[in-house]
């Protein structure tokens, strides 16, 4: 499969604090994503997951560059990305090829905009489209997404949940990307929409060969569509593999933990879930598990060494010194 996205050591931190001259102390900063490497090949749908605060979003928009990087690169088809200047990306051809559906449709779309309007304001920006020939991919991209053209004069709060879903959805679709990511797509809509949103995402990856990167906090929906899995925890990854390996049998005690919280029809519980709440991100020891203090299993190199993140068999990643033990 050939590589279509690849981070190499990305970072981003946010300074939260000035150094004090004074006292002599530096700056402080929050690592929101810490040295994180992964690919995304063509025509493959990646999972990301983890709890709320593991940097999941923030590294997604590192990606779709509405953030730029502190360290690292981000390649997209062999191009770094993270080295061309934000006003000069903002009209690049790659632009085009790397969009975005956020998580509430109804909050991401110009309340000022109507659904026609949504839908061909990225045709404008970034392909110059005019005219009949707008006109014409902004149709073809709504019926794509099962849009009915005759709500296209409407505004958004005219619309259905899932009608500002599929808006958002034919906005991403209409520069014919190679690459679309997915921020919790179906997380403000109830689940009988969620179900057609999802079969519309499917369907839409196999007609059009589109790249996925799925990000959600919901594991079945996860596991039913993606081909791998990363999971976050504190800006960094600490297990990676194919989803059906990963829920059959997780190796990092975090992901235990998370798939352990998945609610089953039986009411059973796989193992233990998480208790107590994750360390600060601000300043974190370099040379410690970011997992150590919560891991049921941890021991005393966890808290002086940091894991790296390495290959366990041939497809899966795991940052654990216990990784066999678990």
Known sequence: MRTLLELENVSKRFPVGRRDWLRGTPPSFVHAVDAVNFTVGEGETVGLVGESGCGKSTLVRLITRLLDVTDGTVWFNRRALSEVPARIFARDDDRAHIQMVFQDAGESINPRFTAADAIADPLRRLLGLRGAELQARVVEAATQCGLPVELLGRFPHQLSGGQRARVGIARAIGTRPRLLVLDEPTAALDVSVQVTVLKLLSQLKAELGLSYIFVSHDLNVVRLLCDRVVVMYLGRIVESGPAQAVFDAPLHPYTKSLIAA?????????????????????????????????????????????PALSEFDAARRVACHLAEAV
């Open 262 to 306: 998945v609610p089953r029809l039986d009411g059973k519980r796989d193992g233990a879930r998480l208790s107590g709440e994750p360390r600060s991100p601000v300043d974190p020891d370099p040379n410690a598990c970011r997992f150590h203090g919560r891991c049921p299993v941890g021991v005393s190199r966890c808290g002086v060494e940091m």
